[in-house]
Nanobody, 126 residues
Framework: VQLVESGGGSVQAGGSLTLSCVAS????????MGWYRQVPGKEREGVAS???????????YYADSVKGRFTISQGSDKNTVNLQMSAPQPEDSAVYYC??????????????????WGQGTQVTVS
């Protein structure tokens, strides 16, 4: 499985930025895809995730810090996950990582639920 992120960069506070992640090699209908972020010296923290399983509707999870500002969505083929960042703030600056797991349902409990990770993309809000 490979995850390739794009869309990172610099953005002014209050602006908008969209991150995208394309997955290859995911073969199970049940899958979790999400975004985590990390700043130097801190643990990786969950931002949002989307879970699809066996034809049921997608379940979305958000960290409290981004609820109402960030939106996670999935492409129709379920191999792409986007994170739309609206009104980002300087504290949202971090390296953002795409994450994925398959064959099970994730509950957004922690990064240990995810088996596959992208290389990360830097987001800087000023």
């Amino acid at each position: 499985v490979q995850l390739v992120e794009s869309g990172g960069g610099s953005v002014q506070a209050g602006g908008s930025l969209t991150l995208s992640c394309v997955a290859s090699g995911l073969n199970y209908n049940a899958r979790c895809m999400g975004w985590y972020r990390q700043v130097p010296g801190k643990e990786r923290e969950g931002v949002a995730s989307i879970v699809t399983a066996y034809g049921n509707g997608a379940v979305l999870y958000y960290a409290d810090s981004v609820k109402g500002r960030f939106t996670i969505s999935q492409g129709s083929d379920k191999n792409t996950v986007n994170l739309q960042m609206s009104a980002p703030q300087p504290e949202d600056s971090a390296v953002y990582y795409c994450a994925a797991a398959q064959g099970r349902v994730c509950k957004f409990y922690g990064s240990w639920e995810f088996d596959y990770w992208g290389q990360g993309t830097q987001v800087t809000v000023s």
